[in-house]
Nanobody, 128 residues
Framework: QVQLVESGGGSVQAGGSLRLSCAAS????????MGWFRQAPGKEREGVAA???????AYADSVKGRFTISRDNAKNTLYLQMNSLKPEDTAMYYC??????????????????????WGQGTQVTVSS
């Protein structure tokens, strides 16, 4: 059974930093595409960052240069380092992964429908 458990969210002032973690079980993060998504109240879920098994990454334009996705293979954990946070970054953040063996083409790596396994989310609140 695949489980993804996020942690590390919290409240921070604008300009601050947070690091989110996503611990995986039943799923080897190093062998698969993994992604971070977020959803603000009243808005659709959107892709934030993704990382493939070869280490290649993709970012939403709104977070480029501020957020960094990475993973620790030994810990089977995905991370999202968020710097220079803005109030518009306030949202519930989720990590996600596609079904084993499902190939996701590059244009789809930040599209929620390309993913099948989801964590429960961790709240990030940025105040001005």
């Amino acid at each position: 059974q695949v489980q993804l458990v996020e942690s590390g969210g919290g409240s921070v002032q604008a300009g601050g930093s947070l690091r989110l973690s996503c611990a995986a079980s039943g799923y080897t993060t190093s062998n698969h595409l993994m992604g971070w998504f977020r959803q603000a109240p009243g808005k659709e879920r959107e892709g934030v960052a993704a990382i493939r098994s070869d280490g290649s990454t993709a970012y939403a334009d709104s977070v480029k240069g501020r957020f960094t996705i990475s993973r620790d293979n030994a810990k089977n954990t995905l991370y999202l380092q968020m710097n220079s946070l803005k109030p518009e970054d306030t949202a519930m953040y989720y990590c996600a992964a596609p079904l084993h063996g499902r190939w996701v083409f590059r244009p789809q790596v930040l599209v929620p429908s390309a993913y099948d396994y989801w964590g429960q989310g961790t709240q990030v609140t940025v105040s001005s």
